[in-house]
Structures are given as C-alpha cells and as structure tokens.
T-cell receptor, first 115, second 109 residues
Framework: GAGVSQSPSNKVTEKGKDVELRCDPI?????LYWYRQRLGQGLEFLIY????????KSGLPSDRFSAERTGESVSTLTIQRTQQEDSAVYLC?????????????FGPGTRLTVT | AQRVTQPEKLLSVFKGAPVELKCNYS??????LFWYVQYSRQRLQLLLR??SRESIKGFTADLNKGETSFHLKKPFAQEEDSAMYYC???????????FGAGTTVTVRA
C-alpha cells in the first residue's frame, strides 16, 4: 500500500511569510510524528499525535510553530513569520500506535528554504 | 535528557572489508535502540532494532549497556550499503525518537 506522503516536496519562501506543510500518514496508523532535520544534524522531534489524545507539543521550537491533525488522518504543520533558521527538511512519520516498539514509517520530507 | 552520539560523520571502506559504525548514548534508564538508514533518493527507513536481535542485510548491532553503545557492524561491506546511517533511541515508556547526527558510509569498489 501507499506509504507516508508529504507535500510539497520543496518550498522556498521569503522571510516573514507563513508556510503550511502537509502529511498523509499510512491508513490505519493512529500515531503521527513531525521531525525537523537541519543541515548536518540529526532529526529533532517536534510534535506527536496519538488518536484523539492531546498532542505532545514539547518539541516545537517556538510559538510560531503549530500543527493540527484531523482525526487519524492528515496533519498540517504551520510555521508563521518564517525565519532563516527555519530552513530544514521537515519529516513526518506514522506508526500503528505510539508505543516505542512499533516502527515509525517516514515520509519523503519537505525541504523548506527561507530566503 | 538522553543524547545519541555518532562520532564519525564520514566512513569510507572498500567492498568486502568489514565496516563498523559507532553509536554511544547517554540515558540512565532502559532505552530501545534503533538503526535507521537512508539510501540515495530514498526515504528514511528502519534497518534494525536491538529488541529484535536480528541480522538485516548482513548488519548486526549489539546493545552494550555497560559501555552505553550500540555499534552497527557488517563483516563484508557491499557497494549497495553506501548510505546515511542514523542511530536512534527511545526512552522507556516513550515514543519520541532521539537521533544521532548520522554517519555517511561510502563503499568503494
């Protein structure tokens, strides 16, 4: 079946603009994660959704970042008033459930460049 | 807070030679350790996890709690092993992956 999909694959935006990134998880996966990967660094956790529970937003770097998820489907990550330091690859992952032993399946990522 | 360290950014080996990617972690509890791999133009995917104790594509990794390490090894590297490898950790009863910075492996003919 289809894996995790993300759109757009690339986004170039001007500093100060808002951007919205989309993630479509694997059907039936209740857990969804957003990670960010800056150049030369490992992935850093941003936010986690599990079913109808309150999301874990502990990794969001500032209040300019927000994310929503509709039920157990699509999620959008919004970055307001983008800054150059927001330039990174944003990865979405989903898993059957949020327990650590379940594999997280990653999407292809959205490469965000803030000029 | 937990931390995952991969000391080698780049690793170059000849085909047929052994390869070992180092991974050290700092966490006082009992973590779950993983190796993820990203081949050129492909998405990040799970290679293996310590709880499975399995060999995938000839790779093995042993969790050494005394040395807090989870090194990845393969006795005979192949050209198709060229990729970016990430070591990752999940704390006990958690779900968030903490990643190392990654090691780029190049296997030369």
């Amino acid at each position: 079946g289809a894996g995790v999909s993300q759109s757009p694959s690339n986004k170039v935006t001007e500093k100060g603009k808002d951007v919205e990134l989309r993630c479509d998880p694997i059907s039936g996966h209740t857990a969804l994660y957003w990670y960010r990967q800056r150049l030369g660094q490992g992935l850093e956790f941003l936010i986690y959704f599990q079913g109808n529970s309150a999301p874990d937003k502990s990794g969001l770097p500032s209040d300019r970042f927000s994310a929503e998820r509709t039920g157990e489907s699509v999620s959008t990550l919004t970055i307001q008033r983008t800054q150059q330091e927001d330039s990174a690859v944003y990865l979405c992952a989903s898993s059957v459930t949020g327990a650590g032993s379940y594999e997280q399946y990653f999407g292809p990522g959205t490469r965000l460049t803030v000029t | 807070a937990q931390r995952v360290t991969q000391p080698e950014k780049l690793l170059s080996v000849f085909k047929g030679a052994p390869v070992e990617l180092k991974c050290n972690y700092s966490y006082s509890g009992s973590p779950e350790l993983f190796w993820y791999v990203q081949y050129s133009r492909q998405r990040l995917q799970l290679l293996l996890r310590h709880i499975s104790r399995e060999s995938i594509k000839g790779f093995t990794a042993d969790l050494n709690k005394g040395e807090t390490s989870f090194h990845l090894k393969k006795p005979f590297a192949q050209e198709e092993d060229s990729a970016m490898y990430y070591c990752a950790l999940i704390r006990s009863n958690d779900y968030k992956l903490s990643f190392g910075a990654g090691t780029t492996v190049t296997v030369r003919a």
